[in-house]
């Protein structure tokens, strides 16, 4: 039998195993979980953060079987139900919850035709629109608002007056919004028109309100506040109150963070 042969039935094994839900290999399987990529999920293994049934795996070649119990760091991980990662364009006066006490309405009320459970990633204030992300990916969810990992989320503010290049610049180096000093920003002018001012921000950390005070700290008042980007995810063009399903590539974008 020639090697390529071998290889090639080895492989068609593996796939039928799996197909009957016997076998997986080990980085196919953590990526399946949702807690990273495959590639990403190699790295985990040859840094031996991973057990199968107790004991330390560090080959890329490992097969887990259907009754295995596998770990990264000491906690349990297992495929759940089919991951889903909506993208929603938050209008203005929707709270970003599961449930209100108070009865408000809330982003779940844009998803009521959304078939799968689905949790908010972060949170948009009651007055500021944009971007935000719903899913069941708990790990997911982690990367994208844990300040370690320093997503930068993009937002465009109106504010009343004519911001100055020396505000920029202070929003730049950070400013003080009360008992914190704010990270680093890129911070740019889209326009000065008629007492107002366009401008794009990007943050990385998730303060409550953070984008209001940072600009009351530098002496504006913000008039409209909407969130256009998360990392390399954009708003575009969907709609006020409508969302969509990430794609693939989104999601492995994401994934690969």
């Not at 596998?70 to 906690?75: A, K, P, T, Y």
Request: proline residues 2%; aromatic residues 6%.
């Amino acid at each position: 039998m020639t090697l390529w042969k071998f290889l090639h039935n080895v492989e068609t094994s593996i796939i039928l195993s799996f197909q009957k839900g016997i076998v997986m290999r080990l980085q196919k399987y953590i990526a399946s979980c949702g807690v990273t990529s495959r590639r990403k999920a190699e790295e985990l293994i040859r840094n031996k953060r991973i057990r199968v049934n107790g004991v330390i795996i560090d080959e890329m070649g490992y097969v887990v079987r259907e009754n295995d119990r596998v770990e990264l760091d000491n906690h349990l991980i297992k495929p759940d139900e089919k991951m889903v990662y909506i993208l929603l364009n938050k209008p203005v006066g929707y709270i970003t919850t599961v449930s209100d006490e108070q009865n408000r309405p809330t982003v779940m009320d844009l998803l009521k035709d959304l078939d799968t459970r689905v949790f908010p990633v972060g949170r948009l204030d009651y007055n500021t629109s944009g971007l935000l992300l719903l899913t069941n990916d708990g790990q997911m969810a982690y990367k994208l608002t844990h300040p370690k990992h320093k997503v930068y989320k993009t937002y465009q503010v109106t504010v009343q007056g004519m911001v100055s290049l020396p505000d920029i610049n202070k929003l730049k180096n950070g400013v003080d919004i009360g008992h914190h000093i704010t990270a680093k920003a890129f911070v740019r002018i889209i326009e000065n028109r008629h007492n107002r001012s366009e401008v794009e921000i990007k943050i990385h950390e998730g303060k409550n309100r953070q984008v209001r005070r940072m600009f009351k700290a530098v002496g504006y008042k913000v008039i409209e506040l909407e969130r256009t980007a998360m990392g390399d995810i954009k708003l575009g063009r969907i709609k006020s109150g409508h969302y969509r399903k990430l794609t693939n590539k989104e999601i492995e974008y994401l994934r690969n963070l």
